[in-house]
């Protein structure tokens, strides 16, 4: 046994248990002294004191509730513990949502990650391609997740909706998403069954928050054949401000590594960003943020010479007050505009012009009532304008969104937690209210473990050709969502499970030459997580698999089918080992055929590598050669049969990162 004062004159022993089994390292101590110890191998204690009479010892232990034992015996003493409930504060569920940055989660990637996962090249969308639920669309390389098209992923910034979150690009080539991952603070990547704050969305969310006030000011570089980049970041006693600057152009790449196509103009895009931040008080945030992009590309093809311009400007501003009593709130407000300008869009001649506008306001106020309850409930709108221009085809659009919404967490028994919400919309086309029901229950007995089952229905607006076309009488279609989560972590390991259902009702359906919302379909499937940072020193090994049955009767189906952008299997292997300043990584993907009209495309399979080289503490040399086996990948059919690749077998790419005003290796730029 452990004695911790020699010089005392009375023995004080006993044992520590929780009613099960003893408990190691618990802290036991005399009340109003320093004298006490820690509980050995099995529970029990001994330390030395000068007290006599009656004293009183309090025994501590991380997870357990004070335990206090009044008592003038000093041998034999038994002090039993009970486990601290968690404050429903405390308690993180993470069924169905992968988080990334400043999270209390597993953490799986931080920004620094995202750049240099697999073939990335610093796309956020390509990094979260990695976890099991998405699919591989290697055509548009948006994010397609567990059976749903890309449009029913919707991406948040601070909270507020960007309506078009990728940069443009003509057909059959991948885009890829408009936010540098040094922007954000935290990423979380919800694959369904997520609460009644976020709407507008059938499959999953992608909402993400900025970071906070700069401490210090910052100015970093970056550049590789295919972008250049500046950025920095002014901080002040409360505030910073921080700009950012990017320039892609694939000309110098095309020139020296040809591809199939012929580009009249290579691919290019000119974008900015800007931030003002500002802690009004200690426990009040302002953020703003604007961002502009401008693509151009040009391609000649068989019939004509297809030209394609797009200007993305996106906006917000949110704050964050607390108001007093323990009331928060949060407002915001955002813009997103698109402008498309394609000449020679179909044939020859032609003109296509396209021109969205959304305004999203938002606001909701948020409460912690005790340790067993909180709640938060709020409004939102969403004003919507779209215009188009093609012949034979003129519109204008113009509607907006109503909801409201109430959540509300709350610990039933010690370790067990429900998550209630309730979301209500109202589209101004069609007048009805749709009552959106979640729910969350789940079993969370320590920070290793917990196992969640979350049922809800999900709404979202069709595209605005749809509602256009139908004369403006296409309402909400609508998903429901019935997800089982077991996740068990340690800290060098993570498992997670997750069998997954959803109906789709209200789909848009082409019928007699008129979108109705007489479409349908199901997706069911099973998505497996493992990741581990044990098996070698400095390696960091993942395991993604997902299994996918979807089939749907919806826009131009005759029957119902597997959508075309769906495979049933996509596994995803990966590895990072760290060498000294280098770190370099592997990764295998590999998806089943899909399914077309024409035809089902062979399997597909990647073999990546990346590697990065912290040259000093302040540059950072990032290469990566996606496709290295060089295998000719089959997309997709055309109806005619032919076989859609990728432009180039094979992707180099390589990049130099520099911070010119931080002590820190590349913290880029930048926000």
Request: net charge neutral; glycine share 8%.
């Amino acid at each position: 046994m452990t004695v911790c004062n020699l010089a005392a004159q009375t023995t004080v022993s006993g044992i520590v248990d929780d009613g099960k089994e003893p408990l190691v390292g618990a802290n036991v101590f005399i009340m109003g002294t320093i004298d006490g110890c820690l509980t050995d191998s099995l529970g029990r204690f001994a330390f030395q004191t000068d007290k006599t009479g009656e004293v009183t010892l309090r025994a501590t232990y991380m997870g357990f509730e004070d335990c206090t034992l009044t008592t003038s015996q000093t041998t034999g003493l038994k002090l039993r513990m009970h486990e601290r409930a968690t404050d429903i504060e405390e308690v993180v569920v993470t069924a169905s949502t992968y988080s990334f940055g400043k999270s209390d989660n597993f953490k799986t990637m931080d920004a620094l990650d995202v750049v240099m996962a697999g073939n990335s090249c610093g796309d956020i969308v390509a990094a979260l391609q990695s976890l099991p639920g998405t699919q591989k669309v290697g055509e548009d390389g948006k994010l397609y997740v567990r059976g749903g098209e890309s449009e029913e992923c919707q991406t948040f910034v601070n909270g507020m909706h960007v309506l078009v979150p990728y940069s443009t690009n003509v057909e059959n080539n991948a885009v890829r998403g408009r936010f540098s991952p040094f922007l954000f603070k935290g990423i979380n990547f919800s694959l369904g069954g997520y609460g009644g704050e976020y709407g507008q969305a059938l499959s999953s969310v992608l909402p993400m928050e900025t970071t906070d006030v700069a401490t210090g000011d910052k100015l970093g570089i970056s550049a590789s054949l295919v972008d250049w980049n500046i950025g920095g970041t002014k901080a002040f006693a409360e505030s910073s401000l921080s700009f950012n600057a990017d320039y892609t152009s694939m000309g110098l790449y095309n020139a020296v590594s040809p591809d199939r196509c012929d580009w009249t103009r290579p691919y290019r895009k000119l974008s900015g960003e800007a931030q003002y931040k500002a802690d009004l008080t200690p426990a009040s945030i302002l953020k703003t943020y604007v961002g502009y992009d401008m693509t151009s590309v040009g391609l000649n093809l068989t019939d004509r010479q297809l030209s394609l311009s797009e200007h993305n400007i996106y906006a917000n501003a949110t704050l964050k007050p607390h108001v007093g009593h323990g009331y928060s709130l949060f407002m915001g407000i955002a813009n997103s505009s698109v402008i498309n300008h394609i000449d020679d869009a179909l044939v020859r001649g032609d003109h296509y012009r396209n021109i969205r506008n959304e305004v999203h306001l938002k606001c909701e106020a948020r409460k912690v009532f005790s340790p067993v309850l909180k709640m938060s409930a709020g409004g939102e709108g969403y004003i919507r304008h779209s215009t188009k221009r093609y012949e034979p085809d003129h519109y204008q659009l113009n509607y907006q969104l109503l909801a409201t919404h109430v959540d509300a967490q709350l610990r039933v028994v010690p370790r067990v937690f429900l998550h209630l919400s309730a979301r209500a919309e109202r589209m101004s086309i069609g007048d009805d209210w749709l009552l959106m029901p979640r729910t969350t229950l789940s079993y969370v007995p320590n920070r290793r473990f917990q196992l969640s089952a979350t049922a809800g229905r999900y709404s979202q607006v069709a595209e605005d050709d749809f509602i256009a076309q139908s004369g403006e009488r296409l309402g909400q279609s609508a998903a429901d969502h019935v997800v089982l989560s077991m996740q068990h972590s340690t800290k060098h390991f993570l498992f997670r499970v997750e069998p997954y259902y959803k109906k789709y009702h209200r789909l848009p359906l082409l019928a007699n030459g008129v979108y109705t919302n007489g479409g349908h379909g199901t997706s069911r499937g099973l998505d497996i997580f493992c990741e581990s940072h044990s098996l070698i020193k400095n390696l960091t090994t993942t395991v993604s698999y997902s299994f996918n049955d979807s089939e749907r009767l919806y826009l131009d189906y005759t029957t119902l089918q597997t959508p075309s952008y769906a495979s049933r299997h996509n596994l995803r292997l990966t590895a990072k080992f760290g060498i000294g300043k280098t770190i370099i990584g592997v990764s295998e993907s590999i998806a089943s055929g899909r399914r077309f009209a024409t035809g089902t495309t062979p399997y597909y399979n990647s073999l990546d590598a990346n590697l990065t080289w912290l040259v000093s503490p302040k540059v950072i040399v990032y290469t990566s050669l996606s496709n290295i086996l060089g295998r000719k990948n089959i997309f997709r059919y055309d109806t005619d049969g032919t076989p859609v690749t990728a432009t180039r077998d094979r992707f180099f790419y390589i990049g130099i990162f520099v911070s010119l005003k931080n002590n820190k290796a590349y913290d880029i730029a930048n926000f």
